[in-house]
């Protein structure tokens, strides 16, 4: 029933579990070895005892896997251990879940801009007049057309990141 003592409707025991008894360097060690779950270590000598279990797999404790058992000469001593059938649980396993990756924008690239160069204006060349006296026809210096510098503007795109 889960409450570590064998009580009298409790018949059922465990055959295969390993049960160690130790005092200082020496072990001595019994296999349970048929339904009743009954085991016996025997030819102990005297002395303060570290008894212990095999938890078997797919059992849970109901006492302690660990018991302080004292051996007199001449004596016997008794040392039980609970266990139960375990219930299966169900641990959920985490499953990866997908995380958007963000798309990067493209990042528009600057295009130079040819700068207009100044053109020098046609001079006209001088033309005889039929006076009787040569005039001189001033001629035009070249002139700059004055051109106007683009202005270039630059924007940066960041990649918008979701959280």
């Keep these: 029933n889960g409450d570590g003592w064998r009580q009298g409707t409790e018949t059922t025991g465990l055959a295969g579990v390993w049960i160690h008894a130790k005092l200082g360097s020496a072990t001595y060690s019994a296999l349970s070895v048929n339904p009743s779950g009954w085991y016996q270590i025997t030819g102990l000598p005297p002395g303060v005892y570290t008894v212990t279990e095999e938890q078997p797999l797919g059992y849970t404790s109901t006492s302690p896997d660990t018991l302080t058992v004292n051996v007199v000469a001449g004596g016997s001593s008794l040392a039980n251990f609970g266990e139960q059938a375990s219930t299966p649980t169900f641990t959920p396993t985490a499953t990866a879940t997908e995380t958007p990756t963000a798309t990067p924008t493209a990042t528009p690239t600057a295009t130079p801009t040819e700068t207009a160069t100044a053109t020098p204006t046609e001079t006209p060349t001088e033309t005889p007049t039929e006076t009787a006296t040569p005039t001189e026809t001033p001629t035009e210096a070249p002139t700059a057309t004055p051109t ?9 795109y960041l990649p918008l990141m979701l959280r």
């Design 148 to 156: 106007e510098t683009p202005i270039v503007t630059w924007r940066i």
